[in-house]
């Protein structure tokens, strides 16, 4: 059963919210729960502590008045009990930090309660489809996670984002190349490749995810991403790269 | 004036002839300006006094050291090599004067410069023709004159020189002083401001949750004219409150000065264009662990690309978050996107920009400034939105 959690610390307002996913759970009868909808944020970290490995979705407001606790530490504190916890904020636009808490939390969505109450009822709703969905298939796909540190920081990410890795311009630095985004951080190649052996060497300045390599260029020795991003590979490596194309039954053109 | 002057002069001196007109005179031909007509013409005069003194006695020296005797060239050669010598000397004072006017174009323009000059000049030239005058009727001797000379020329220069050292010193002092005091004050009209700012925002919170939940109330209940009513009033009020709040939003939380002295400067210029602005920081950030100069250069960079990228686009946001870590702070600057960008890795390289996406000039720049720095890295993405990361560790 997928658990589900509200913190809301206006009284009308929690009803409400109460309301829409007692009711959208019971309609489309969905294997879920309204497991604790409560105004104290405390009461969800008391809950998680007693009850490990929950996975569950969470309705969180941002600000609670007069309490120690405010959304953003109440969601670190809920990652770090539930890793894969499903996080929506709910509260006024004024109070939604965006990038912050995508930067921080990768919460799920965002419900701006200024919209209208039409409107949040909506976004609740799909959100509770959203997250059955990912809980039903969770089983059938597990997802290979990868993850690098940046000021003793973990950030995660799916596998299948990773296109390569590349040596930095500056000593201890590396580049990190996903499908839309761009990352440096500190770490030594021979490092990483040890660190993560789904990867693979192809250049003493390359590791890459042979998973979503698009086309490789035998003749110059290039290998293509679907972006058009492009590694070297050695002439040595060429030779595994090859073996292991052909063993995976990867889709991979060669030319 | 520069004629007057030569010809008072000429009445005592026996050397003079037409060309210490021409010359003279040429030396007007580098004053365009009137306003240092006199300053010129006076200094011209002077100049050719003193070099015409002592341009005699190097003269003498010349013909001494190749054994010339005076009688041998019944005085001609003497006259054309001491002109040549006087005229060198003037001309060298004007073409000085043009280059230092054009160097310090700024002293000229000083009232009070100029005027300094002026009387100075003034005085070392009636005191001259005083001390000739007063020379010739009693017949003192013209070497004890020039020592006088020499010796009253030293005590105006260091007079004049004391005089506008202790002027400037005074003057800088003051305007130190007052710059304190205007920056002092607005320290204390920002902290007022951020005060009432938060007040201001601690009651848009309970307003708008009062509105809510008087909401829920209103929808609970039968009276549709009453639900019409409420639905149009928090419509408009919901569109005054997000509408015109995002410029000072939690600026008072970044104590570092140079980044918030950055980011006011460049939202104010984003509002100007009508650009939605939104800045985003949950906890107070102190001093970071960079070069103020780096940082002020790179998100300066960051935020002008911003805005270049998002002028075009109707509804364009800009946002810039400060995320603190435990060991770490973050700063997001970020902006809406017309058009999804492609290649990443192609943005970053010198000289590849990418206009219209506004994202390229500077971008290169951006990454010299952080790559030898080794507790700073950064991010870039473009998903719905383009996004530029800087991560800050503390040492």
Not at chain 1, 43 to 52: A, E, G, H, R, S
Not at chain 1, 71 to 87: P, Q
Not at chain 2, 86 to 105: E, N, Q
Not at chain 2, 223 to 234: A, I, P, R, S, T
Request: hydrophobic fraction near 45%; proline fraction near 2%.
């Amino acid at each position: 059963m997928l658990k589900t959690f509200v913190v809301e610390d206006d009284p009308e307002q929690l009803a409400t919210l109460k309301q829409i996913i007692t009711n959208h759970i019971m309609i489309n009868d969905f294997d879920m729960g309204l497991t604790l909808a409560t105004s104290r944020a405390q009461d969800i970290l008391d809950y998680l502590q007693t009850n490990p490995a929950v996975e569950g979705l969470y309705f969180l407001d941002i600000e609670y008045t007069g309490q120690a606790l405010n959304g953003l530490e109440l969601a670190t504190k809920i990652r770090e009990l539930d890793v894969n916890a499903k996080i929506v904020f709910v509260s006024t636009h004024s109070e939604m930090a965006f990038l912050t808490f995508e930067r921080r939390i990768e919460p799920l969505d965002f419900v701006v309660k200024d919209l209208g109450q039409d409107t949040v009822k909506a976004k609740v709703e799909k959100d509770i489809r959203v997250a059955y969905e990912r809980y039903t298939k969770q089983g059938v796909v597990s997802k290979a996670m990868f993850s690098y540190s940046k000021g003793g920081q973990l950030f995660n990410l799916p596998l299948d984002q990773v296109l390569f890795i590349e040596t930095g311009t500056s000593r201890n630095k590396l580049v990190l190349h996903l499908t839309e985004r761009i990352v440096q951080y500190n770490g030594k190649i021979s490092d990483e490749t040890v660190a993560h052996p789904e990867l693979f060497r192809v250049h003493k300045s390359f590791l890459v995810n042979p998973q979503k390599l698009v086309r490789v260029d035998k003749q110059n020795q290039l290998g293509y991403f679907e972006n058009g991003e492009s590694v070297d590979i050695a002439i040595r490596k060429m030779h595994d790269l090859l073996a292991l194309i052909k063993k995976s039954q990867l889709s991979v053109e060669l030319s | 004036m520069a004629l007057f002057l030569t010809g008072l002069y000429m009445l005592y001196d026996d050397y003079s002839d037409i060309e210490t007109f021409i010359v003279n005179l040429g030396l007007l031909w580098f004053v365009r300006n009137k306003k240092y007509f006199i300053v010129t013409s006076l200094t011209a005069t002077l100049a050719y006094i003193l070099f015409s003194f002592f341009g005699n006695l190097a003269t003498e020296t010349i013909f001494h050291m190749f054994n010339w005797g005076l009688d041998q060239w019944s005085g001609w050669l003497f006259e054309v090599v001491g002109e040549s010598v006087v005229t060198a000397c003037m001309l060298a004072v004007a073409i000085s004067f043009r280059l230092i006017h054009k160097r310090h174009p700024q002293q000229f323009a000083d009232e009070v410069m100029l005027n300094v000059i002026v009387s100075a000049l003034a005085v070392v030239a009636i005191a001259f023709f005083a001390i000739t005058t007063a020379a010739d009727n009693y017949n003192i001797g013209s070497g004890f004159l020039g020592i006088l000379m020499i010796i009253l020329v030293a005590i105006l220069m260091i007079n004049g020189g004391t005089f506008i050292y202790l002027f400037y010193s005074y003057t800088m002092r003051v305007q130190a002083q007052r710059q304190a005091l205007e920056r002092h004050q607005y320290d204390i009209y920002v902290k007022n401001l951020e005060k009432s700012y938060q007040n201001l925002r601690k009651f848009r919170h309970d307003y708008q949750n009062i509105l809510l939940s008087l909401g829920e109330y209103i929808h609970e209940d039968d009276n549709q004219e009453l639900k019409q009513y409420f639905d149009q009033v928090v419509n408009r009020s919901q569109q005054s409150l997000t509408r015109d709040f995002g410029h000072f939003d939690n600026l008072e939380q970044i104590k570092d000065k140079s980044l918030k002295a950055i980011i006011q400067n460049k939202f104010s210029i984003a509002r100007q264009a009508g650009i939605q602005v939104r800045l985003e920081a949950n906890d107070a950030v102190g001093q970071l662990a960079i070069d103020p100069v780096t940082l002020a250069r790179c998100s300066g960079i960051l935020l002008d690309n911003a805005i270049d990228a998002v002028k075009g686009q109707s509804g364009g946001q800009i946002a810039v978050a400060v995320v603190k870590y435990p060991k770490m702070v973050e700063l997001i600057f970020s902006n809406s996107l017309r058009a999804p960008i492609e290649r990443l890795d192609e943005l970053m390289v010198a000289g590849n920009t990418s206009k219209g996406q506004g994202h390229g000039q500077g971008l290169a720049t951006v990454r010299e400034l952080l790559d030898p720095l080794d507790n700073v890295t950064y991010e870039i993405a473009a998903r719905q939105r383009f996004e530029f990361v800087i991560s800050i560790e503390s040492e």
